[in-house]
C-alpha cells in the first residue's frame, strides 16, 4: 500500500506547524499525501480527498505564510497531474481551473502555471480547458464579468461582498497588469511549443470570452491588448490574422453605435459629443415625412452620456491598435499585417455605411509604406469600382473610398494620384457610348455607379489640381484626360453631384484654364430638380466621405501628421469674374487673414496629458470657442457636410425646431448632422 501521511502531518510540514524541515522534504511529504489522497478516492474513500479540497478552498488571501503552503501544495500537485482523472478529480480541477492569478501573489500564479503545463502534458482532453483558464485571466476579476469571474471571488460574493467593494479592488489589481500577463502569455507560448495544435484551439477560446461592445471601455481595451499581444508572439504565426480581423470587427460595431459626427475636447479626460439627432432611426418611420423634424425631441443626458462612453471607448481602441500596426512595420511585419487588413477591410468595413473611424487603420497602414501599401490599398480600390461582377452599392462605395483616400492622405505620391484619376476617367469614357441613344430623362438611381465616379474624379481634382497642375509631367498628363467630354455629357454628372464639389472643381479648372467653363450652367441652379433630391440622400452620393477629418482625440496623433485637411490645400488662383461660391461662406469674412485664422492646426490636439489649465488640449493661446470655428472651417470645406445644403437635405437631415432662442447663431445655423445637444449640464 505504501507510506500512509496524514494531513496533520502536511500542514505542520508546509508552514502550519514549527518544523524545520527543509523544502525539498516537505514537497516529498505533500506530493506522498496528495498521490494517496487522489488514489483513494477510485478506492470508494474520499475522506482525504475532500480535506485537500477544503485546505485548498479555506486559502486566506495576503497571509504570507498560507500562500507560502500553498505553493507548496501547488508544486506537489503538479508532480502528481498523472494521478488526477476527470471523472474522480472533477471537484479539484475545477478548482485549479477556475482559479485567478490576479488574486495571488506572483509565486503562486508561478506555480498554477506548472500544474497547467504538467496537466496538458499528460492529458491530452485538459488542453482546452487549460487555455480557457488562461484566456479567463486575461482580465482581473474586478471587472465584474461572470466570464472571467474566479471560484475564490464568486465564493465572497456569495458571502456579501458588494459591487462597490468588488471595483475597489480595480487599481490594486491593475497595478499588477505587467506581471500578471507576462505570466498568463509566457504559459500560452508553453503550451503552444508543447501541443502542436494548441493555437487552433485557443482561437475560438479567445474569440468566445470576449466581452461585449457595451461592456466598459477599461476591460475592452484590456481584452484587445491581450489579442493583439498573441497576434504579435510565435502564436500569432497561426491565428493572428483572425484575431485581428476579430479586433477590427470589434471597433465596427463601437463605431456604427456613434450617432454623431462632432466631438470637442475641453481637456484629455472628456469628450464632448454632439449629437446627429436626424440620423437615419429604421424604428421611427415618422422621420421621414415633411415636418416631422419638429416632432423630435433631444435626447436625453443619460443618453449622451452613453454616447460619450462609447466614443472614449472607440478612441482609446483605435489608438491601442494603431500602435499595434506601426510595432507591427518596425517588426518587419507590415506585409502580412497588410494583407489581413485589406481582408478585413473588403468583408467588413467597405460596405458598413455607418463607420466613421475603424478604416482609417488602412488610411494609417498604408502611409507606413506608401509606395507599397499606399498603391496597392488605391490600385484595389480601382478593381473593385470597375468589377461589374461587385454589387452596385460596393462599387459606388469604392469610388467614395477611392476619392477620400487620395485626397487627403498627405503621403502618397502623384504618380498613384494621376493612374487612379486615369482609370475613372476611361471607365467614365467606357460608360458613355452605352447611353448616348437616351431619349427619356435622366433617372439618376440607374447611372449611380457613373456619378459617383464623376464625383471621385471632381473631388480628387478640388484636393489635387494644383500639385498636378505644378508637376510637368503630371499636367501633361491631366491635359490629355477629356474631362469636358464626360461632364457635358447629356447624363449631366453636374445636376447630380454634390454641389460643393462641383462649385469648387468649376473654379479650379477656370483657374487653370484646363478646359472652358463658362458654358456650363452653375450647379446650384439645377440641383433642386427631383431627380437630383431623390438621388442624393437615398444614393449616399452627398453624405459619405470615408477619410473627411477624423474626430478622435486621443488616437489623432496617428492620423493627423499623414491627413490633408481643406484648409491646408493650396487651390489655384482663379479669375477675379469667377465666384468662390463655396470658400465663402454666407455671413463670414473672407479676407485671407480671417482663412488663416480658420487653419486647423496640426497641434490642435495635443496627447499629453500633463499640461493643465482651461485650455488643455488646444494650442497655446487658443481658446475652446476659436477651437470650434476652426473645426467647423475644416468640416464645411469639401466634407461630408458642407453649408447651405438644408434645402435638398431629407426631411429628417433638416434643422430641427426645437432649438432655443438664446442658442448662439453659428450653431442653429450648422446642418442638422452636426447640430449640437443643448444640455449644459453633460
Request: glycine share 4%; charged share 25%; aromatic share 8%.
Amino acid at each position: 500500500m505504501g507510506m500512509q501521511v496524514e494531513a496533520p502531518e502536511v500542514n505542520r510540514l508546509t508552514g502550519m506547524g514549527t518544523s524545520t524541515a527543509t523544502d525539498k522534504e516537505v514537497l516529498s511529504v505533500a506530493r506522498l499525501w496528495i498521490r494517496q489522497a487522489l488514489a483513494s478516492v477510485s478506492q470508494g474513500d474520499a475522506t482525504c480527498y475532500n480535506q485537500l479540497l477544503q485546505d485548498l478552498n479555506n486559502i486566506e488571501v495576503g497571509d504570507p505564510s498560507q500562500e507560502a503552503a500553498f505553493v507548496m501544495t501547488l508544486k506537489a500537485l503538479s508532480q502528481s497531474v498523472s494521478s488526477i482523472n476527470e471523472h474522480h478529480h472533477g471537484s479539484l480541477l475545477s478548482f485549479v481551473l477556475g482559479m485567478s492569478f490576479w488574486n495571488f501573489s506572483l509565486d503562486v500564479a508561478d506555480g498554477l502555471v506548472e500544474v497547467i503545463i504538467n496537466l496538458v502534458t499528460s492529458n491530452g482532453g485538459l488542453v482546452d480547458r487549460c487555455l480557457d483558464m488562461l484566456v479567463k485571466n486575461f482580465l482581473p476579476p474586478s471587472c465584474g464579468l461572470p466570464l472571467f469571474m474566479d471560484s475564490l471571488t464568486r465564493r465572497l460574493i456569495l458571502g456579501g461582498l458588494t459591487a462597490d467593494q468588488l471595483l475597489q479592488k480595480k487599481t490594486e489589481q491593475l497595478a499588477r497588469k505587467s506581471e500578471i500577463l507576462d505570466c498568463v502569455h509566457l504559459a500560452i507560448q508553453q503550451i503552444a511549443e508543447l501541443v502542436p495544435t494548441a493555437s487552433l484551439r485557443l482561437q475560438p477560446i479567445i474569440i468566445r470570452r470576449m466581452p461585449h461592445r457595451v461592456i466598459h471601455k477599461d476591460w475592452n481595451a484590456l481584452y484587445v491588448e491581450n489579442m493583439l499581444r498573441v497576434e504579435s508572439s510565435a502564436v500569432g504565426e497561426i491565428i493572428g490574422s483572425t484575431l485581428l480581423m476579430a479586433v477590427v470587427d470589434r471597433l465596427i460595431e463601437i463605431d456604427v453605435e456613434i450617432k454623431w459626427e462632432h466631438i470637442l475636447h475641453e481637456d484629455s479626460s472628456k469628450v464632448y459629443i454632439f449629437d446627429m439627432e436626424m440620423e437615419d432611426d429604421e424604428e421611427n418611420e415618422e422621420l421621414g415625412k415633411p415636418g416631422s423634424e419638429a416632432n423630435v425631441e433631444l435626447p436625453k443626458p443619460s443618453s449622451m452620456q452613453s454616447l460619450g462612453g462609447v466614443a472614449d471607448k472607440m478612441d482609446v481602441l483605435m489608438e491601442m491598435t494603431l500602435e499595434h500596426l506601426k510595432i507591427c512595420a518596425d517588426e518587419g511585419r507590415l506585409p502580412q499585417v497588410y494583407d489581413t487588413l485589406m481582408h478585413s477591410f473588403q468583408s467588413t468595413i467597405l460596405n458598413t455605411h455607418k463607420s466613421k473611424f475603424t478604416q482609417f487603420l488602412v488610411f494609417y497602414l498604408c502611409s507606413l509604406a506608401p509606395k507599397t501599401c499606399g498603391a496597392n490599398f488605391a490600385s484595389m480600390l480601382c478593381d473593385i469600382f470597375v468589377n461589374k461582377s461587385r454589387p452596385r452599392n460596393t462599387r459606388m462605395t469604392a469610388a467614395a473610398y477611392l476619392s477620400s483616400y487620395l485626397s487627403r492622405a498627405k503621403y502618397l505620391p502623384l504618380s498613384v494620384v494621376s493612374a487612379s484619376l486615369r482609370r475613372l476617367v476611361d471607365w467614365c469614357l467606357q460608360y458613355l457610348p452605352n447611353h448616348n441613344e437616351e431619349r427619356k430623362p435622366v433617372n439618376p438611381g440607374v447611372h449611380g455607379v457613373f456619378y459617383s465616379a464623376c464625383q471621385a474624379v471632381m473631388y480628387i481634382l478640388c484636393f489635387r489640381m494644383k500639385l498636378l497642375i505644378d508637376d510637368p509631367e503630371q499636367r501633361l498628363l491631366l491635359e490629355k484626360l477629356p474631362l469636358k467630354k464626360i461632364i457635358e455629357h447629356k447624363l449631366n454628372p453636374l445636376k447630380i453631384c454634390l454641389p460643393s464639389v462641383v462649385e469648387e472643381f468649376l473654379r479650379q479648372v477656370n483657374a487653370v484654364h484646363l478646359f472652358d467653363v463658362l458654358g456650363f450652367t452653375s450647379s446650384k441652379s439645377i440641383i433642386e430638380t427631383e431627380e437630383s433630391k431623390a438621388f442624393g440622400g437615398v444614393e449616399r452620393l452627398d453624405m459619405f466621405f470615408p477619410f473627411d477629418p477624423y474626430l478622435l482625440k486621443r488616437s489623432d496623433r496617428f492620423i493627423r501628421p499623414n491627413f490633408t485637411f481643406w484648409s491646408m490645400v493650396q487651390t489655384p488662383v482663379e479669375d477675379d469674374d469667377f465666384e468662390d461660391t463655396m470658400i465663402v461662406e454666407e455671413g463670414a469674412e473672407s479676407s485671407d487673414d480671417e482663412l488663416e485664422r480658420h487653419t486647423y492646426s496640426e497641434d490642435f490636439t495635443s496627447d499629453d496629458e500633463g499640461n493643465s489649465g482651461s485650455n488643455k488640449g488646444f494650442p497655446e493661446g487658443q481658446s475652446e470657442d476659436e477651437d470650434f470655428d476652426s473645426f467647423e472651417f475644416s468640416m464645411n470645406k469639401m466634407s461630408i457636410t458642407p453649408k447651405h445644403t438644408e434645402s435638398r437635405m431629407p426631411s429628417k437631415l433638416q434643422v430641427s425646431s426645437v432649438l432655443t432662442s438664446d442658442m448662439p447663431a453659428r450653431v442653429k445655423n450648422m446642418p442638422a448632422r452636426l447640430l449640437p445637444n443643448i444640455n449644459d449640464d453633460l
